[in-house]
């Protein structure tokens, strides 16, 4: 693949994407050795004191990433309420709706990627990244929804790595039939959105019936007086009733869309191949190790003060 063109620095919504525990790690491992090595006391106060803040904040994020993931109760796709809500179920979707990833061509319903090379202290060093946008279909048995997977953090996607001379490549997929954990706003798009009136269509219905007198004559005229009379007008009614409603249901059936998409307010919008049990155990141990590192770090700073 020709790599050209200047290379962005990742967003920040990228970063949150997998990386934000061992960017945290590393950033306490640099603190604490610039306070270290610092002579000066006043600086060394400061990278500790920097180190407890980090750790704190990050602390905060992680336990209530913990309480997301255990408080909202999984929901079935068929019953779920619109809102903020978690899904279990397995990526589906037809052979036409498959991507390939970019170096294996491996069939997928998500990708990400990276392109790194060496450089002259023989580091990698990021040159080209990206990642799939595409909606893909997830099913739990119950009803079937899209993902819009912009915005989301990402953990567990199946990962392939190869090295080519001084180049690396990273994929990370989502590979069809995976079992999928969805913590995101939930929406149903289509006619439900819009005001569907029974009386108004039935009226309407009467109306075109009524225009061709001959064909009603020949379903509704029992007696074949060559009139409808009220009981026949009520049984015409009836059926004009009966069949508004079910073009209404087929209606809803054939348009309406449910997407799960990152929350408008903010919140964790996750995708995991991971179940819930194991997220909120990894959640919990991380939020453990930042307080940890929070309270060492505070412990340090009165130390060092005195």
């Known amino acids: 693949m020709a790599l050209t063109g200047p290379v962005e620095l990742p967003t920040l919504a990228e970063l949150r994407q997998g990386y ?52 909202v109760a999984t929901s079935r796709i068929g019953s779920a309420a619109q809102g903020y809500v978690e899904l279990t179920g397995r990526a589906s979707g037809g052979a036409s709706e498959l991507l390939r990833s970019p170096f294996s061509a491996t069939e997928c319903v998500w990708y990400r990627y990276r392109v790194l090379e060496r450089d002259g202290d023989n580091d990698w060093c990021e040159v080209e ?19 819009d997977p912009d915005h989301a953090e990402l953990l567990g996607a ?15 997929m989502l590979l069809r039939g995976s079992s999928i954990y969805v913590l995101g706003d939930f929406r149903t798009l289509g006619s439900t959105n819009t005001a569907l009136s029974a009386s108004a269509d039935v009226s309407a219905l009467l109306g075109d019936w009524k225009k061709d007198r001959a064909e009603l004559l020949r379903r509704f005229d029992a007696d074949g007086n060559g009139e409808i ?11 004009a009733i009966k069949t508004v409603e079910q073009q209404h249901h087929e209606m809803r059936q054939t348009s309406e869309l449910s997407v799960v998409r990152a929350p408008a307010d903010g919140r964790m919008f996750l995708i995991s191949t991971l179940p819930p049990h194991q997220l909120r155990r990894r959640y919990f141990w991380w939020s453990l190790f930042h307080l940890g590192v929070a309270l060492l770090g505070a412990g340090g700073l009165i130390w060092w003060s005195r």
């Open 20 to 71: 934000r525990q061992q960017l945290t790690s590393a950033s306490y491992l640099g603190l604490l050795f610039a306070g270290l090595n610092l002579r000066q006391s006043s600086a060394g106060l400061v990278c500790l004191g920097l180190m407890a803040a980090v750790a704190l904040v990050a602390w905060v994020l992680t336990y209530q990433r913990s309480r997301a993931v255990a408080d």
């Open 229 to 239: 009379d009220l009981q026949e007008w009520e049984v015409a009614r009836r059926q």
């Open 129 to 147: 990244r990206g990642a799939s946008t595409a909606t893909f279909e997830l099913s739990d048995g119950s009803g079937v929804c899209r993902v």
């Open 158 to 172: 199946h990962r392939r790595e190869t090295i080519h001379d001084n180049q690396k490549q990273v994929e990370e």
